[in-house]
């Protein structure tokens, strides 16, 4: 029997509190959105939807800065309680796909899909099944990068983003 190749998928949720935002909101969808506090107050964006990254603000940022690089923007005040509560029906569909799940962080998990194919099939095609999975039953949008290793994977799924796939095959 031959080794397997090692296979890792890096799940990382798209714009997560944006996106847990608006699930409660949905108006707003498609705008620039950024979370954390508002544009008058000392702080920092925790989260900045795409459209509002185009205009360069992004997280850590302070909020008076994003407020004068994307005037137009909707600032939100974050609710950790929605997300923590979004991220565990996110780890629930992860432990559906492999038994070895790692959250990194909130909004980031890494499998260990390795021989999975009897069960899921091939890489690309579980990944596939995931990402639709995770859309199904969180309503949220997920980058799914697939490699040899964890590097590789973070790696790929940031290529993959917003909303994709990407698989490094091994060599």
Known sequence: MEPQDKTIFHVDMDAFFVSVEE?????LKGKAVVVGGQRNERGVVSAASY????FGVHSAMPLRTAAKLCPHAIFVDGHPDRYREC????????????????MASIDEAYLDMTGTNRLHGPPLRAAH?????????THLNCSIGIGASRLIAKVSSAKAKPNGVLWVVPG
């Open 23 to 27: 699930l409660f909101d949905p108006s």
């Open 51 to 54: 459209e509002a990254r185009k």
């Open 87 to 102: 991220s565990t029906k996110v780890f629930e569909v992860l432990n559906t796909f492999s038994p070895l799940v790692e």
């Open 129 to 137: 099944s995931l990402h639709n999975k995770v859309k199904s039953e």
